[in-house]
């Protein structure tokens, strides 16, 4: 008998006799006498939704043999169908991995095989980043896409793009739960993380939000809130950033975030689904969520939701993930002189993003972007990260000093020349200083 954790997207969930690709969750059906698995998958989702899942039910992992996950065929999909930036889904996997790491050492990722797709870009990067993760915390790792692809003409033809064959994954399942008997590593190789996050339920999110009630169906049970009209996020999560959120609503719906510095309107479909934000999100003081009506289209788009519909139902929501920089931290970076502006950032920055920002902080900023010392702090700080928090101070400090938000946007356009905000705005502050 083997307890095992399934992580992953529709490859692990689905069972649709029309579809003929049943997947991980028939071959567990079909043994389920003799095994017990914890399914965590939702469909559609990416490193994120399972790093999600890692972060909500992560303490129980230490009660299974092993852990079994698979998402890069959705990282290639959310890439290229979902408007997620190479950068931004190489980071997702990254931090999944980190995270996943301080729960379990027994892992088998799998690298399921994808159709070399015409539309589809960066296959081999994402996939070799899930690899390079999966040696550098120790897992084991099913290369699946390598064998397709060697072996062609010996493999049954896929039913689609990112669902391989149905016997082939049920004859995949068939040998996974024979692993228990492999040597797994049994000590969590734990790496210090710089980031903390937390999965908030929506009923301690709001303020003065009614209505709460519960939905299910075979496999889920979610504690689901309406959104059906402009309600504030407790202060309590001020400085953290929104990276996800989770529903369940009846039909497509539409939703709308927003702080003093942006808003963002995104589509969600009506299944139980995790949705990853593009752009950075800092919940302020002044940061609520809202209904949005049929003549608003989504700013983000969203795997399997269109970019313009007609809103059928007010959006359900469960929850979402949040994430800050854990200003605790105590790493050691080699060879690094400006420590002084990483604990700038991390105690008195991030940890209250949107209070008054002092001299200090813009000098520090604008130091980092014009000597580029965050290829140096890369371990704690991402570049994309770093270019968001330029951009979102420049915005927030325009209207006080415009010549030191100008500095801060031509950083940030500097480090992301293709962003369409980040130029619209450098050339605002331009021809607003040189007019």
Known sequence: MAD????????????????????????????????????????????????????????????????????????????????????????????????????????????????????????????????????????????????????????????????????????????????????????????????????????????????????????????????????????????????????????LSKMSMSNQSKRIIKGFNEFNSFNELRESFFIDGNTYIDCCNDLEGVTESSLNVPREFASLSDTNLAGVLLRKIDVSCKNEIADFSGENIFNFICENFTNSFYSPVTLDSIRSLIEIGEYDQAIQISVRLKSEELTNYMRDVSVEIESEDLKSAYQLMKCAHERRPEGPYIKKKYDEMRMRLIG
């Open 4 to 251: 095992i954790v399934l992580l992953g997207g529709s490859n692990s969930v689905l069972k649709d006799e029309d579809l003929q690709t049943q997947a991980l969750k028939e071959g567990f059906e079909s043994l389920q006498k003799s095994n017990n698995v914890l399914e965590l998958a939702l469909g559609a989702t990416t490193s994120l939704q399972n790093l999600c899942q890692v972060v909500k039910y992560g303490e129980v992992f230490e009660d299974y043999d092993f852990v079994v996950s698979e998402s890069n065929a959705n990282d290639i999909h959310a890439h290229n169908h979902g408007g997620l930036s190479l950068e931004h889904t190489l980071l997702q996997i990254d931090a999944y991995y980190e995270v996943l790491s301080q729960y379990a050492s027994r892992v088998l990722v799998l690298i399921l095989a994808t159709e070399p797709a015409p539309t589809f870009r960066n296959v081999e990067q994402i996939n070799q980043r899930h690899i390079d993760n999966c040696q550098k915390y120790g897992f084991k790792h099913f290369d699946m896409q390598s064998l397709v692809t060697k072996y062609r003409d010996d493999f049954p033809v896929q039913h689609d793009d990112l669902h391989p064959n149905r016997q082939l994954m049920l004859n995949l399942w068939g040998n996974i739960i024979q692993l228990n008997r492999i040597d797994f590593p049994s000590i969590l190789k734990k790496q210090p993380s710089d980031w903390r996050y937390q999965y908030v339920p929506v009923e301690h999110l709001l303020i003065g939000g009614e209505g709460l009630f519960v939905k299910n169906n075979s496999k889920f049970k979610e504690s689901l809130l309406k959104v059906s009209s402009k309600t504030k996020i407790s202060d309590e999560f001020i400085g953290w950033e929104l990276l996800g959120v989770a529903t369940w609503s009846d039909s």
